[in-house]
């Protein structure tokens, strides 16, 4: 990459990167960037930037255009937090989030209209569909949703982490085409989705915590288009639908999700679309965990976690396994569908409704 003028890049090395003057003339290399290759403080419009990809620990996200943000968090099987975010100002200025930023507190944003929906029965350019086999036919009782004994419970361990994102209205989503976890039919799938995400909209536990959470959802259709997420953990760009589905992802990923967001300074950004896909290709998953499931991921609690994300929630890491968002769902487990006391407590520092 070649600046006309030089710019420092030290920026980069804090999570929360703030605004710093940009070169005044800047040529990006061709290909994907870094966010060295386009540091804090660059203007995506003088560089022409909107629209490339930008990559960070093995992930990536379209630079989204002024105004707005976008957040990319992984599922992987080995616990490690993998995720970012791009923010372009208003102005143009790009910022990143690279895992421990200052988050803005204040929840008292309001509800952005997006643009008019678009057809969501139009076909967008995708992958191929990853094809799975109806595998969903455990019979038997389900497993009982028990804490790890290696970690404080859930009800009592009160960890937990939040993103610069809420949706103020209502998240409004739909089931994309293909196949789905579990060789589920896309109604049944659906089913299974809005139970995950209703999870996180009830605030559903164990704990005899009231739902004071006033976070909302809606499921509109299925659609013929696709989660915007490919198999290298890139975040493609937005097309104004909310999508839910699988297909394949990068291997040591069980699920990705991608969150655009209106950039709202001093309070929480407004959500403005939120897709999230499963990992098909290369993970197996149940709707009904048994006593025979073998290395099959429960598809609710996948959901319940990447619908965290959805309305907000971070990861919370090592020592608190027993959690929602932790960041590593075993396999043939139940436990994260039901909310701990640090998601619970997460959602209503969000969404709190006042009694």
Known sequence: MAFGLATSLSAVGSAANAAVPGPAVCELVEGELTIYDLP????????????????????????????????????????????????????????????????????????????????????????????????????????????AAAAPSACSDGAYSTADRKEYGTYTWYVGDGGMPGGLSRDNAKWAFMDAINNITDSYNNCGYSDTVGAKQNYLADTSREAGINNSGRCTGQDELSVWDAGDLKNGVVA???????????????????????????????????????????????????????????????????????TNLFTCKTIARTLGKGDVLALRSIYEEEQ
């Open 40 to 147: 804090a403080g660059s203007s995506v419009i003088l560089c022409g930037a909107v629209g490339r990809v930008v990559t960070h620990d093995g992930t990536g996200v379209t630079v989204p255009e002024p105004g707005m943000a976008v957040t990319i968090d992984m599922l992987t099987t080995d616990g490690a937090s993998h995720g970012f975010t791009v923010e372009v100002g208003t102005d143009g200025t790009v910022s990143y989030d690279l895992g421990d930023a200052v988050i803005d507190a204040s929840t008292d944003g309001n509800d952005r209209p997006g643009s008019a929906s678009p057809d969501p029965a139009t076909g967008v350019p995708a992958e191929p569909d990853t094809i799975v086999e109806p595998t969903d036919t455990a019979e038997g009782a389900e497993v009982a949703d028990v804490d």
């Open 256 to 326: 990705t999700t991608c969150s655009y967001t209106w950039a709202m300074p001093g309070v929480k950004n407004d959500l403005r679309e939120a897709d999230v896909r499963f990992n098909t290709h290369d993970y197996d998953f149940t709707n009904k965990p048994t006593s025979s499931c073998s290395n099959k991921y429960d598809i609710r609690s996948v959901g319940t976690h990447e619908a965290g994300h959805v309305f907000g929630l971070g990861h919370v890491g090592s020592g608190h396994s027993n959690l929602t968002m932790y």
